[in-house]
Nanobody
Framework: QVQLVESGGGLVQAGGSLRLSCAAS????????MGWFRQAPGKEREFVAS????????YYVDSVKGRFTISGDNAKNTVYLEMNSLKPEDTAVYYC?????????????????????WGQGTQVTVSS
């Protein structure tokens, strides 16, 4: 099992930037794909971005393409979500997720059911 702790959320004005971090620990962090999801009040949890263990495969939801960047540092067991040009509709609790992928180094899941480990979430609020 992987333990995940998110940080970096906060209040920012529209057009601003934030960088979320997700620190992972646990025996099975190695060979894990990582993802970010978000959940706004009254809405279902939504996929935001994911990255393969190799880092060579990334996916983004259309609404954040060109504004958000997911990256990982395997040496630090940390995955990041760089968020630029933030909009009020980006307001949500952001969750980090991990899925052990074994030898599938280029595999990056995109469904919430595809991830076994989840963090507690960090609040991002974008004011207009």
């Amino acid at each position: 099992q992987v333990q995940l702790v998110e940080s970096g959320g906060g209040l920012v004005q529209a057009g601003g930037s934030l960088r979320l971090s997700c620190a992972a620990s646990g025996r099975t962090f190695s060979n894990s794909a990582m993802g970010w999801f978000r959940q706004a009040p009254g809405k279902e949890r939504e996929f935001v971005a994911s990255i393969s263990w190799s880092g060579g495969t990334t996916y983004y939801v259309d609404s954040v393409k060109g504004r958000f960047t997911i990256s990982g540092d395997n040496a630090k067991n940390t995955v990041y979500l760089e968020m630029n040009s933030l909009k009020p509709e980006d307001t949500a609790v952001y969750y980090c997720a991990a899925e052990y992928v074994g030898g599938r180094f280029a595999y990056a899941p995109r469904g919430s059911a595809d991830f076994a480990s989840w963090g507690q979430g960090t609040q991002v609020t974008v004011s207009s």
